[in-house]
């Protein structure tokens, strides 16, 4: 599984997606959490603002990732 660090105590689920490059742009990650397309740990999330922290797991489009 593919990992992801963060600095800070925490990140965001938009900003997340882009820095794993499962999306393109923050419009781009908008719309698939929006539709409902991105899970963390195990549940849809429909919160782009969504904070995630080290040990949270982002699933989308068949990928996933943790954060570290």
Known sequence: MKTIKIRDEYITLGQALKLASLVSSGVEAKVVVQDGLVKV???????????????????????SFMVE
């Open 41 to 63: 740990n195990g549940e849809t999330d429909c919160r782009r603002g969504r904070k995630l922290r080290s040990g949270d797991k982002v699933e989308f489009n068949h990928q």
